[in-house]
């Protein structure tokens, strides 16, 4: 589930605890988490609606201006059931917290290196993408994957995982390497 940048400015203030969006089927459930640029996000609950049970009140809970606003965003959106989501900011992203631990404990570094080794299976491509992105802040996925030989979406999702150790972070538009991935590189 996907906001945009006043809409995530929104959820960061508590302003915005809702969201609709046309599925046919959920990507999210209640009890579960959802990671975004501002936090991680609790799902509090879901539930099929109908358009024309929307209320002036859901529209600034949204993120929108009225509910003729919120009405055209859902018409905007692809074909599905009507979903309305409840959810609020629980905190902070945890890779977000990671990607500043710069001291390894004992055995942490060989434990990252076990893991990427890990990644790569049989083609290594961890190490390589990790120096490119360290060697200029803005690389992008496309750059990445003509220079080690990948497709560009197939990259991207492995470039995730980085991010998940707290490696790597995204840009707007590209990676650049984290105090944590830079710390890790040097140790090695």
Known sequence: MLFKNDVLAGIAKAD???AFRRWQKPTVRAGGTLRTAVGVLAIDAIAVVDMNDLTNEDAPRSGH??????????????????????????????????RDITDFGPGECSELQRRLTAFDGDIPWTLQTLRLIAARDGITAGEIAASIGFEKAVLKQKIRKLK???????LQSGYRISPRGRAFLAEI
């Open 65 to 98: 201006s009225s509910l003729d606003a919120l009405l055209a965003d859902i018409n905007g959106q692809r074909t599905g059931t009507l979903y309305r989501i409840a959810f609020h900011l629980e905190g902070a992203d945890p890779r977000v917290v990671l």
């Open 16 to 18: 915005v605890t809702l």
């Open 164 to 170: 998940e150790l707290g490696l790597t972070e995204s």
